[in-house]
């Protein structure tokens, strides 16, 4: 008569090897190679980097592989295993000028110096299904070789506007300032740009999109141009205090986007432009687009814009960014609160009670 | 059979650090929490790391627990006052992987009681640990939704808001019509959310003789009731603070003072009341309490064979 109602340690026994089941599917097909989703779901594999906030295409890979393409639950098991890394070095700034190039394009200069490079992107294709990618006829993909290297010299749109004066100079922290750390310190509010960056590095893209896309459509318009965008790598130095000179340590894929937004000056400042910054891990430039939109809206207050639109509320955007959060406590309705609903059901139940009493006194007052 | 939960000191995963964290970060959780006991009641800023559990499934706990944990405790983990609910089962599960360390059912017998929305019904002792699953620390947010705010408002010990609340409920309800996660200022000084207890359970952390911490892990925050420690449940002269009391006793063991789970036993309405407290509920049937529907032996309790 008293039905076990709470599960126990078989049930969620039995439920993992379900799940693997599931993960697994028809064992008629063969299974995926973590190398396959490596090579061949690049975007996939550079979400959960930048949002797993670690850079190993082969980690997250197989993340994607245990999570069965389920990203933020992949991004999940990514950072799940980064707070176990030791942290042995702090990187010195990439160099994003000195980046070798796989994409770089500017929507503000028709031309400018180093020109632009297309690079590989789905934005020029139609979007029909192709058909002959469903079978294992598709024949081998060979890329076109340039004629010409790419000009060694690519500096970036912003720069260029900065010798003119025309943007607003963005000036380097002091180095000896230990850059904001949110993986290891709590977020604070309200904080520094440095903070702000990374929440909206490690940020859900989509989060990320429906906000910087709430600006364009009038909720705290910022005005932008897509100064430029580049994609490519870029060298990973650190420096070894017993050497005394940054050694280089890898190449990571990132994708740059630098927002240019118009700007009307005020008291103190002159009409100049001003900057909205993205950069994302891999190639990702939905994501960098949309983290520069929020990063310039964020920074209405500062600029002295009007403010109350919610891309413009640094609390709000950086306290409801992180999908691993948000997925969590989200989920977690699912735990049982059988203690906390019973409660309010106490609660109800007594207050239709007091409800009762007074709908009767009242008509009994009525009919007297 | 004995309970799943009553396991022996195993040895450790050697994959991970005990208790997971590494010691550097055992060592950061473990100041906040001196911290927090310091200023009681005060929520203290941590650098909450991310766990392989999900934010708001008891992160926070986890990480207190974690910190002070070690080889030679015994651990009992209950989730809405029971040991086999299956996020209790999870938890306890890990700490087993990463530490090895005893666990068990029975309140007596551990030195650290991870909990998420109950106080154990019978009263934990000197030395004993009471670790709380905390999703929101902030006991303002629900009036206040902004931390640069609510910071100031503790500061300035401005709890007035948090009145005006319960008096609104008042005037409108004729009663306070909050029945968990009750306000309660600690050692009349900060105003502390009890994390989402029933107020049932308010009166057990007043001037108790165990250390309550309290983990919030998503919203990175530690705080403390250290042992002896005042707290009061808010209330007003005319309106005295009250607790839940039910007309029906545990139909298992019969206890009238207890916290009670209302099980509903089919589509006509039929429900029956049992204890949330499973190890209390156990105790007392072992010791001879019978309930209403406690007698057959073939409708042995959930997680007890007979």
Partial sequence: MYVAVKGGEQAIENSHRLIAAERRGDPAVPELDVRQIREQMRHAVARVMAEGSLYDPDLAALAIKQAQGDLVEAIFLVRAYRTTLRRFAVSRPIDSARMAIGRRISATFKDLPGGQVLGGTYDYTHRLLDHELAGDGAGEAVAAEAAAPLDPEMPRVSDILDAQGLLEAEMPDDESDPVADLTRDPLRLPGRRDQRLQNLARADEGFLLALGYSTQRGYGRTHPFAGEIRQGTVAVEIEAPELGFAIDIGDIEVTECELVNQFKGSTEQPPQFTRGYGLAFGRAERKAMAMALVDRSLRAAELGEETGHPAQDEEFVLSHSDNVEASGFVQHLKLPHYIDFQSELHLVRRLRADFDARRTGTDREAAE | ?306
């Fill in chain 2, 1 to 306: 059979m004995t309970l799943v939960m009553e396991t022996e000191r195993t040895a450790p995963d050697e994959t991970y650090n005990f208790a997971y964290l590494d010691e550097e970060t055992k060592r950061m959780i473990r100041r906040a929490i001196l911290k927090a006991m310091a200023v009681p009641g005060y929520q203290v800023p941590f650098g909450g790391r991310e766990m392989p559990l999900p934010y708001g499934w008891g992160t926070g706990g986890i990480q207190v627990t974690a910190a002070v944990i070690g080889p030679d405790d015994v651990l009992k983990v209950i989730d809405q006052g029971a040991d086999d609910t299956t996020n209790a089962v999870s938890i306890r599960r890990f700490f087993r992987r990463v530490t090895g360390v005893a666990t068990t059912g029975r309140t007596v017998e551990a030195t650290i009681v991870q909990t998420r929305h109950r106080i154990p019904e019978s009263a934990l002792r000197e030395g004993q640990i009471l670790v709380y699953q905390v999703p929101i620390p902030e006991p303002l947010r629900r009036i206040e939704p902004r931390e640069a705010e609510t910071r100031k408002l503790h500061a300035y010990r401005e709890y007035g808001l948090m009145h005006v609340r319960l008096y609104e409920d008042i005037a409108r309800f004729g009663r306070i019509a909050t029945s968990y996660d009750y306000p309660v200022m600690v050692n009349e000084r900060y105003l502390m959310a009890p994390s989402p207890t029933p107020k049932f359970d308010n009166p057990k952390m007043t001037a108790a003789p165990f250390l309550q911490l309290f983990g919030a892990g998503r919203e990175k925050r530690i705080y403390a009731v250290p042992p002896y420690t005042t707290v009061t449940s808010l209330d007003f002269d005319d309106h005295p603070f009250d607790v839940q009391s039910w007309d029906e006793v545990c139909a298992l063991c019969g206890a009238a003072d207890s916290f009670l789970d209302e099980v509903v036993l089919d589509d006509a309405g039929k429900r029956m009341f049992v204890c949330s407290d499973t190890d209390y509920c156990e105790d007392r049937r072992a010791a001879g309490h019978v309930g209403p529907e406690g007698a057959d032996e073939a409708d042995a309790p959930a997680g007890k064979k007979p």
